[in-house]
């Protein structure tokens, strides 16, 4: 009778088991990271009586989890790719959107400015018109600061959210650190802590959620974790801190850093290889450093135009015009890792070959090498200073040491300090100093078909007279010109000196004079007016017209913001279809997990009923033996 009393219980235990798995399951249904468990019968095996072997019932073997590490490796791989690209489509749609402003945009600005001037060109002489120029130039000047101003703060966004992120993937790691010490004391057991280690994939996947996380299972039910570059994240028991501090290189920028141990390793977009902190990383890195280089390359660009195009013209007064616009400079910093007394130092001296770029300089012991940040092209100079992409690098004091490293803002500086540095409207060089002109008494039909200034000469304003000797030479007389006698000519041929040009065309007789003299009443002269009016035709930004490069910046983000939407909407699809392959095989199905209820209760119901037919028999035994 104590057999089938065993095998009845045996069977009652096991329904039991599997009722109560069952009703986990269905208890924590939309607990987040819960996998569905199912408890694991073997049969108890045969005891030998002679005419067979006779069965002893069920054991439990164990309770496992419904789990597939592939789909999960493959869920957490989703989840850092979709996070970060979520997080760097969010902020190049608020760059889009701050830049895609056609009423009160960059754009606009620099076509209200072209439109004062064309009407100044009509009416030089009207401080009106000359005070609407430089209303109009404040206002672009303040729009390039304003949009400069909100990208940085993008930027301080960026960093804080870095910040921010890294702290809590650095308690995830602690925490993931804390369960593989609880996992490993009940190694012990012989079977799975199926509720600490949900609890433990849970944390990993939202380990990926901050930066991609790979991890490998050891002997004792741990695991380790690594970062996309191999870098050791958690060992054991043990957990890497990952913190944001002050680049050495930028102290207003974050950058972030690995510690496990007494070691330090910065990580990158790239070493975390996913995770919202690597997209933000390059958001913030690349996509918002474009932005505002551009921007500081079109400011740069601009303020140059304007200004040497002030410089060759006279002012209301007859002076030599002033700089319309200044701009900011080029910022060096030296890394606070370096051995050397080195200072760098740098400046601007040609604004229209600014490249959309900062600069990274390093001394290997021997030359200097600058790379582009932009494209990182690099190149290298044996001493300083050198000329690179319109500006001057140059070795303020000190020497280098072998590894020094040092950090060039010129472009991203430019906009922050881009304004109007013209106080009047007169200040407006709207005219030459000087004008040419055939003399009265020609007799000859040469006469002045072309000319401009375009060189700030000493001698600009110094008169000089151009006597033909005949139909094809001429002599020069005057000041700074050194006059030369017997000048070939020809008709349409440039003549130049003391920084002005000019062609002529018809025939000269001998004695003919062509006569460049100071220019009565500047105020009312127009012709270096449409000469800055001209400037929006020319390729003065880096081989671009001014609106060319702002409408190739505006594309630039759009595309940026284009293809990092469309990464998201993919990746966000992959995400799903990963989330419902783990799902299919992982979570839990009320219905399913009703109807094994049911089957179940009806088997604890009929292993009750052995043990019940069990006891029966024996108390008829009893009865039969009269005891």
Do not use: C
Request: glycine share 10%; net charge negative; no cysteine.
């Amino acid at each position: 009778m104590s057999a089938l009393l065993s095998v009845g219980q045996s069977a009652l235990l096991a329904a039991y088991a599997q009722l109560r798995t069952a009703g986990h399951n269905v208890a924590n249904a939309n607990t987040p990271g819960f996998t569905r468990q199912e408890a694991l019968l073997a049969t108890a095996g045969g005891q030998y009586g002679g005419s067979g072997f006779l069965g002893q019932g069920v054991d439990i073997v164990t309770v496992q989890r419904r789990y597939d590490r592939f789909l999960a490796a493959e869920l957490a791989s989703s989840t850092a790719l979709a996070a970060a690209d979520s997080a760097r489509a969010g902020q190049l749609g608020r760059l889009d959107h701050l830049l895609a402003d056609t009423d009160n945009g960059i754009g606009v600005a620099i076509d209200e400015l072209n439109a004062a001037l064309a009407d100044l060109v009509n009416r030089p002489a009207d401080a009106s018109a000359r005070q609407i120029v430089l209303a109009r130039a404040d206002a672009l000047a303040l729009r390039m600061r304003t949009v400069d101003a909100q990208l940085q703060q993008l930027g301080h966004e960026a960093d804080e959210r870095i910040g921010h992120a890294a702290s809590l993937a650095t308690d995830l790691l602690g925490r993931i650190a804390g369960l593989n010490e609880r996992i490993a004391a009940n190694a012990g057991t012989g079977h799975p802590p199926n509720d600490l280690l949900d609890e433990r994939d849970r944390l990993l996947l939202d380990l990926n959620g901050f930066l991609k996380a790979g991890v490998y299972t050891q002997d004792d039910g741990t695991v380790s974790v690594f970062a996309a570059g191999g870098e050791a994240l958690v060992a054991g028991n043990r957990a890497a801190i990952l913190r944001a501090e002050p680049d050495p290189l930028d102290p207003s920028r974050q950058r972030v850093v690995l510690a496990l141990g007494a070691t330090g390793l910065p990580m990158t977009a790239t070493t975390l290889g996913g995770g919202s902190i690597a997209g933000l990383l390059h958001f913030r890195d690349q996509d918002l450093q474009a932005a505002r280089a551009r921007i500081g390359q079109l400011a740069g660009a601009i303020a140059a135009a304007f200004n040497r195009q002030q410089s060759l013209g006279a002012d209301a007064s007859g002076v030599a015009g002033q700089p319309l616009f200044a701009s900011g400079e080029p910022r060096s910093t030296a890394a606070s890792t370096n051995t050397g007394s080195a200072r760098i130092v740098a400046s601007v001296v040609d604004g229209t070959q600014l490249a959309a770029s900062d600069y990274q300089i390093r001394h290997d012991g021997v030359q200097y090498l600058v790379t582009r940040s932009a494209d990182g092209l690099e190149r290298s100079y044996a001493t300083l200073p050198q000329t690179v992409d319109g500006l001057r690098i140059g070795l303020a004091s000190g020497v280098p040491a072998a590894g020094d490293r040092f950090e060039l803002r010129s472009a991203t500086t430019i906009a922050a300090g881009f304004e109007r540095a013209l106080s009047s409207g007169a200040g407006l060089a709207t005219g030459y100093a000087v004008s040419a002109a055939g003399a009265a008494s020609n007799t000859g039909s040469v006469s002045v078909s072309a000319f401009a200034v375009n060189a700030a000469d000493a001698n600009l304003a110094q008169p000089v007279t151009l006597t033909f000797t005949a139909s094809g030479t001429f002599d020069v007389s005057g000041a700074g010109t050194g006059n030369p006698t017997g000048v070939a000519w020809s008709p349409g041929q440039p003549i130049d000196y003391n920084g002005w040009t000019l062609a002529l065309q018809g025939t000269p007789q001998p004695g003919d004079r062509i006569e460049i003299v100071p220019t009565g009443d500047p105020s009312v002269d127009n012709r270096n007016a449409r000469a800055m009016i001209g400037l929006a035709d020319q390729p003065l930004a880096d081989g671009a017209r001014f609106n060319e490069a702002f409408a190739a910046l505006l594309a630039d983000v759009g595309t940026r913001t284009q293809s990092a939407q469309a990464s998201e909407s993919v990746s966000t699809r992959l995400l799903g279809d990963a989330q419902a392959a783990q799902a299919q095989v992982s979570g839990v199905n009320l219905d399913e997990e009703a109807a094994r209820l049911m089957q179940y209760q009806q088997m604890y119901q009929a292993a009750a009923k052995v043990i019940q037919a069990a006891q029966t028999m024996f108390d008829t035994l009893l009865q039969a033996t009269g005891r």
